[in-house]
């Protein structure tokens, strides 16, 4: 009996160590597998270090350059053009003659105006003079009439004296007012002479010429445009239409920067100077114009570049910044999987990738704390931050469990 029981132990202890070596024997051979598959598709983790540095936060907007003061000058007389005295480009000062009609038609009537002016005033000289014998005749018979008592002259010749006395002052009225018509006819048509030659009215440059000499010019309806100029093209302004999402941010005296095409590698620097209030719609996109000084001292800028503009909003100094990448960054699917599926495998394998907890996810969804992965110890951990201001490649971290030398996961590669 106790032969029996001392075989059917050491049965039990013999099926007891081969079970165990079975499973240590599969152990081995998955440690092995899982060694040889992690020495094949190893990871290797794309880092960057967060940093502290200066954060510019961008609204951006195109638009084009105009002068500042830009004129269009126009004749308000019609005629024949007949001489033009600047060009494209030229520089001219305020008072400058650009350009003149034939100007006979106007002097001619100017001449008849004095003519007609002059002889208004010699019927005045001869109104008044007649007037003057009307008053004498009229004093010689009251003298006569009261000499003889009433007797001489009748009383019709002093009606009839009394009627040429009141002709010839009136005649002097009438002369006088045909003066001052005349005086304004002359005032008339010397203003039309003097608009027959065009000045300029500000120092600047002509931007445009719009006639030629020989042409002719009709003022019946509207003033024709004969030049553009624009007034020290030294200094210029940028307008540009911020989206309405946008134009929140932009106020009156930030500064901005702004490329054109014309110079692709240079940065202008601009200054808010005027946010409109008044909409501009178009195919129902809301914008609002909003004008930028610009200093064009080398005169390499010129009206009607199109140009974009970047207006900081925001600085932030001593921020600590991650790469918005960073943010974007999730493991491969298949990664994920093999992780889940290992089994007895992560035993073996000690530091998978840790997750956020579903409070902290909770938190994520809340307010603005967001999600990324961090290289610590050579084992990549997800931890919680929250962000503040980006400029669209680096973001403000305000809190979180890192710091300047942290380095963030961009992306994962496998390395054989």
């Known amino acids: ?31 092995f597998i899982s060694k040889r598959g992690e020495n094949k598709e190893a990871l290797k983790y794309i880092t960057q270090e967060v940093k502290r540095g200066d954060l510019l936060v961008t609204v951006t907007a195109t638009g084009n350059l105009q002068a500042l003061n830009q004129v269009d000058v126009g004749v308000e007389v019609s005629g024949t053009i007949e001489k033009i005295y600047v060009d494209y480009n ?43 014998l009307a008053q004498l005749h009229m004093q010689r018979l009251r003298n006569a009439y009261k000499l003889s008592h009433g007797k001489v002259p009748s009383k019709i010749e002093l009606d009839e004296a009394e009627a040429k006395l ?11 007012a045909e003066i001052y018509e005349a005086k304004a006819d002359l005032k008339y048509y010397k203003t039309e002479l003097s608009k027959a030659i065009i000045y300029s009215p500000i120092d600047g440059i002509v931007l445009a010429r719009h006639v030629e000499e020989g042409q002719t010019v009709a003022a019946s309806f509207q003033t024709p445009i004969l030049f553009t100029l624009a007034e020290d093209l030294k200094r210029m302004e940028l307008h540009v239409d911020v989206d309405e999402a946008d134009i929140g941010q932009v106020k009156v005296g930030q500064y901005a920067t702004f490329t054109v095409d014309a110079y692709p590698d240079r940065i202008f620097s601009a200054k808010v100077r005027e946010v409109r209030f008044a909409p501009k719609i ?20 010129r009206p009607g570049m199109t140009a974009t503009a970047k207006i900081i909003v925001k600085h932030i100094k001593n921020a600590l910044l991650v790469p918005n990448k960073a943010f974007r960054f999730v493991f491969p699917k298949t990664y994920q999987e093999k992780e889940e599926k ?27 704390k967001r999600k990324i992965w961090i290289l610590r110890n050579g084992h990549p951990v997800q931890v919680l931050v929250t962000v503040g201001a980006t400029d669209g490649i680096m973001t403000q971290v305000i809190s979180g469990d890192i710091q300047p030398g942290t380095k963030v996961i961009l992306d994962v590669v496998k390395s054989k």
């Open 166 to 176: 009141r002709a010839a002052e009136a005649k002097v009225c009438a002369t006088k």
């Open 282 to 301: 178009v195919e129902g996109v809301v914008t609002y114009e909003t004008i930028l000084d610009v200093d064009n001292s080398d005169l390499s800028l």
């Open 342 to 368: 290992k089994g007895l495998i992560s035993i073996i394998i000690p530091h998978p990738p840790r997750r956020l907890s579903t409070e902290e996810k909770q938190k994520v969804q809340r307010g603005k």
């Open 90 to 132: 030229q520089h001219v000062k305020k008072g400058q003659v650009l350009a003149k009609l034939d100007l006979s038609k106007f002097e001619a009537q100017v001449k008849r105006a004095e003519a007609r002016l002059r002889a208004a005033q010699a019927d005045l000289i001869k109104a008044k003079a007649d007037f003057k």
């Open 1 to 31: 009996m106790l032969i029996m029981k001392s075989s059917t132990i050491k049965n039990k202890a013999s099926k007891g160590i081969k079970i165990i070596l079975f499973i240590s024997l599969i152990s081995l051979t998955l440690l």
